[in-house]
């Protein structure tokens, strides 16, 4: 089993539509939550950076972490024909350096 | 700041051959990063170093992987007696040491193509 779980898709959405990304993960060392958006033939870009439980905001993005069931998640309201990318998650532990990935999420958005 | 840049983009090469690939981090980033990706994977774990010391190789990293950084500045990462399990995207990251805050900063990566 994977230490970072997350539905590779395709996922394919209309213009305007609210996305929810998801990943679960086994490893409860985890302490800091990040989402990467990787576009074709790019390295990944980091989105957003959560440590511990909560909820983050970022203009259209929302990030949300729920420690107890091992669960983030990334929203994206009113998705935009440039938001069609991969969706990585991504997690650490604390005093660690090693980043462990999921195998992302590729999400279209069709005008 | 113009950000981790990789070279070559690309790299085609024959299996038995040996490559190497170069990043430059961002010029105040004391960490570096090597992970390797393949086609419908998230990014894995090669190699990390803190300045010009090599702190960590993930045991994905066989004998034929070597990677340096001289003076704590750029990386090079090479790959002797190349295979066709070689080819993957090959990605360099930086980040600066911050405590617990450390974000990553990933170049665009070489894409390796062993025939």
């Known amino acids: 089993q994977k230490e970072v779980e997350q539905d590779p898709g395709p996922l394919s959405v209309p213009e305007g539509a609210i996305v929810s990304l998801n990943c679960t993960y086994s490893n409860s060392a985890f302490q800091y939550f990040m989402w990467y958006r990787q576009y074709s033939r790019k390295g990944p870009e980091l989105l957003m950076y959560t440590y511990s439980s909560g909820n983050k905001e970022d203009g259209r993005f929302t990030a949300q972490v729920d420690k107890s069931s091992k669960y983030i998640s990334l929203f994206i309201r009113d998705s935009q024909p440039s938001d069609s990318a991969t969706y990585l998650c991504?997690?650490?532990?604390?005093?660690?350096?090693?980043?462990?990935f999921g195998a992302g999420t590729r999400l279209f958005v069709k005008a | 700041d113009t950000g981790v840049s990789q070279n070559p983009r690309h790299k085609i090469t024959k299996r038995g051959q040996n490559v190497t690939f170069r990043c430059d981090p961002i010029s105040e980033h004391n960490r570096l990063y090597w992970y390797r990706q393949t086609l419908g994977q998230g990014p894995e774990f090669l190699t990390y170093?803190?300045?010009?010391?090599?702190?960590?190789k993930s045991r994905l990293l066989s004998d034929r992987f070597s990677a340096e950084r001289p003076k704590g500045s750029f990386s090079t990462l090479e790959i002797q007696r190349t295979e066709q399990g070689d080819s993957a995207m090959y990605l360099c990251?930086?980040?600066?040491?911050?405590?617990?805050?450390?974000?990553?900063?990933f170049g665009s990566g070489t894409q390796l193509s062993v025939l």
């Open positions: 990251a930086s980040s600066l040491e911050t405590g617990t805050n450390e974000k990553l900063f």
């Open positions: 170093f803190q300045n010009e010391a090599q702190l960590e």
């Open positions: 991504a997690m650490r532990g604390t005093g660690g350096f090693k980043t462990i």
